[in-house]
């Protein structure tokens, strides 16, 4: 256990849809980030939040958003949904940025599927 | 932009060393790392390695960095079959931003 909580672990819904999904980082961890895995384009970074603040921006759609809370968990809304959006998303969590940030943890992922 | 390439498939026999290779373009990655992902399972971090390191031990495994040519290597020994998983390599640079690599399926022959 990682200790990165991550819900729903599944989740099926139709196409133009809108679904949020949650993380919650590991105890003290300021640092989270957003990951979608799909068979064709392996794991792709889609966005870092650190503290309450964006970090970094990867391959996110306009369509997707993510937000980091003061109690720093973490929200990724996925909207207009498409089925090639059906993936798995994960959230990480490190406990902190620049140099010093060694390591990330992983979450065990929620599965969706848009049909 | 960033990239990392690692080959996606790998055939080991039970017993001998697996050897999965990375290479990544950001020559400003400050840490190099290796996951372990099994099926229907989230992303377990096996090692990793800071950027001015040329080898890092952890058991069976080894972790070898060539900055140089921005190669980097994991060697697991005496390979097990509960080692069967995709291995994913990935990079920070100094941007923050951890990319991976597609992932390295490991099978183990009998």
């Known amino acids: 256990d990682s200790g990165v909580t991550q819900t729903p672990k599944h989740l099926i819904t139709a196409t133009g849809q809108r679904v949020t999904l949650r993380c919650s980082p590991r105890s003290g961890d300021l640092s989270v980030y957003w990951y979608q895995q799909s068979l064709d384009q392996g794991l792709q970074f889609l966005i870092q939040y650190y503290n309450g603040e964006e970090r970094a921006k990867g391959n996110i759609l306009e369509r997707f958003s993510a937000q980091q809370f003061p109690d720093l968990h973490s929200e990724l809304n996925l909207s207009s949904l498409e089925l090639g959006d059906s993936a798995l998303y994960f959230c990480?969590?490190?406990?902190?940025?620049?140099?010093?940030?060694?390591?990330?943890?992983f979450g065990e992922g929620s599965w969706l599927t848009v049909v | 932009g960033e990239d990392v390439e690692q080959s996606l498939f790998l055939s080991v026999r039970e017993g001998d060393s697996s050897v999965i290779n990375c290479t990544y373009t950001d020559s400003s990655s400050t840490y190099l790392y290796w996951y372990k992902q099994e099926p229907g399972a989230g992303l377990q971090l096996l090692t990793y390695i800071f950027s001015n390191m040329d080898m890092k031990q952890d058991q069976r495994l080894t972790v070898l960095l060539n900055k140089k040519d921005k190669h980097l290597s994991l060697r697991i020994a005496d390979t097990q079959t509960g080692d069967s998983a995709i291995y994913f390599c990935?990079?920070?640079?100094?941007?923050?931003?951890?990319?991976f690599g597609k992932g390295t399926r490991l099978h183990i022959l009998p």
């Open positions: 990935a990079e920070k640079g100094r941007d923050d931003k951890i990319i």
């Open positions: 990480a969590s490190s406990p902190r940025t620049g140099a010093g940030g060694n390591t990330i943890y």
